[in-house]
């Protein structure tokens, strides 16, 4: 069965400290994205990349396709910044998408 | 403003009542999609809608069903079939199938 996996599940840190959530998926993809989803449920897309890095003012998204890896950067952490972050791929010739368990980030002030 | 809408927010069903859960979008979008998210799993395809009249079956469409009869529109109505309902459902829609989702607020189904 494809997977896709994320680590860490939890993640505490203090403001200001420099974030990484992992995100790694057993075969080929066509995209991968990310998501965050706040306690009230709702979710928003961050970022969609097939290749390469992204960048949206303090996140930064990386891929590796070799590798079949992805990472989410945030820079600067906020405590506005917690929330459970979500990876999620097209796996290639599929249609929709599939989720990851998600990383639930807390940031104190 | 643009987006996508869920109603309602909360939803209690009785066993072995349907309910219909509501998804509106006017983004002007083609593709629309039912998630179902249960505590600790990923979000999972219920169903999915690439054009008007179409609509395929995702990982968990057993004890769901959906219609796409509007652009605008794709309700769920989950059955009495449906035997663990209890989930937090979330909508989405995409310019075609493969561009980025924008998600709805979502409604939390709770069973009586």
């Known amino acids: 069965k494809n997977e896709v996996e994320q680590s860490p599940q939890n993640l505490t840190a203090q403001e200001g400290e420099f974030i990484t959530i992992n995100c790694s998926y057993s075969?080929?993809?066509?995209?991968l994205h990310w998501l965050q989803q706040h306690p009230g449920g709702g979710i928003v897309s961050l970022f969609m990349?097939?290749?390469g890095k992204k960048k949206h003012g303090r996140l930064i998204a990386t891929i590796n396709i070799q590798e079949k890896h992805s990472s989410l950067h945030i820079t600067a952490s906020h405590p506005r910044d917690s929330a459970v972050y979500i990876c999620?791929?097209?796996?290639?010739?599929?249609?929709?998408?599939?989720f990851g368990k998600g990383t639930h980030l807390i940031i104190q002030p | 403003d643009g987006g996508i809408t869920q109603s309602p927010k909360y939803l209690f069903r009785k066993e072995g009542q349907n309910v219909t859960l509501s998804c509106e979008q006017n983004?002007?979008?083609?593709?629309m999609y039912w998630y179902r998210q249960d505590p600790g799993q990923g979000l999972r395809l219920i169903y999915y809608?690439?054009?008007?009249?179409?609509?395929q079956k995702g990982d968990i469409a057993e004890g769901y069903s959906v219609s796409r009869e509007k652009k605008e529109s794709f309700p769920l109505t989950v059955t009495s079939a449906q035997k663990n309902p209890t989930a937090f459902y979330l909508c989405?829609?995409?310019?075609?199938?493969?561009?980025?989702?924008?998600f709805g607020p979502g409604t939390r189904l709770l069973v009586l």
């Open positions: 809608s690439q054009i008007v009249n179409d609509f």
């Open positions: 990349l097939s290749s």
């Open positions: 075969v080929g993809i066509s995209a």
């Open positions: 999620a791929v097209r796996w290639e010739g599929a249609d929709g998408l599939t």
């Open positions: 989405a829609s995409s310019i075609d199938g493969e561009e980025t989702q924008y």
């Open positions: 983004l002007n979008h083609d593709a």
